[in-house]
């Protein structure tokens, strides 16, 4: 590593706390905008543990919401927000069966997040009015 890029990693480490604690904004004020959205449901921060937030992760229950995830994020899309499907599970990535991994249990849980769950917009920079006009494009575009 070059001097040049250990002083711009140093730099990053210094204000890693600083990007934490945006991000924990951020998620506190997608909760605050989300509160109350039926079928709606975002990830949680156990207690004893701190949560970098660093992706914010919401799972649709299309039943309760009124349309699955993936019309959502088209919603999201055709009104210039992009999101992010969650990972596939373990269990189906091609690179783990090609490295000869056993990939053939069944995995409900995993499969059922992957379908039905994506990130919202996460960057540690996002304005207020950005993430409440995210917030206000789910919100009208369920039930």
């Known amino acids: 590593m070059s001097n040049l890029h ?3 990693g140093l730099a990053q480490v210094e204000m890693a706390e600083d990007y934490v604690d945006m991000r924990v904004y951020n998620h506190k004020l997608y909760q605050k905008e989300l509160e109350g959205v039926e079928g ?3 990830q949680l921060e156990l207690k004893g543990y701190k949560n970098s937030y660093w992706m914010n992760g919401v799972v649709i229950d299309q039943s309760k919401f009124g349309i699955d995830a993936k019309k959502l994020t088209k919603l999201l ?5 992009d999101t992010r499907p969650f990972f596939h599970g373990m269990n189906k990535q091609p690179s783990l069966k090609k490295y000869g991994c056993d ?4 995995y409900p849980v995993s499969d059922w997040l992957s379908e039905n769950g994506f990130y919202l917009p996460s960057g540690s920079g ?7 006009y ?3 494009v789910i919100k009208r575009s369920g039930r």
Request: charged share 45%; with cysteine; proline share 0%.
């Open 126 to 132: 996002l304005k207020d009015k950005e993430i409440k």
């Open 134 to 136: 995210v917030c206000d």
């Open 6 to 8: 250990a002083a711009i």
């Open 77 to 81: 899309k055709e009104d210039g927000v």
């Open 40 to 42: 709606l449901t975002m």
């Open 103 to 106: 990939c053939d249990g069944k």
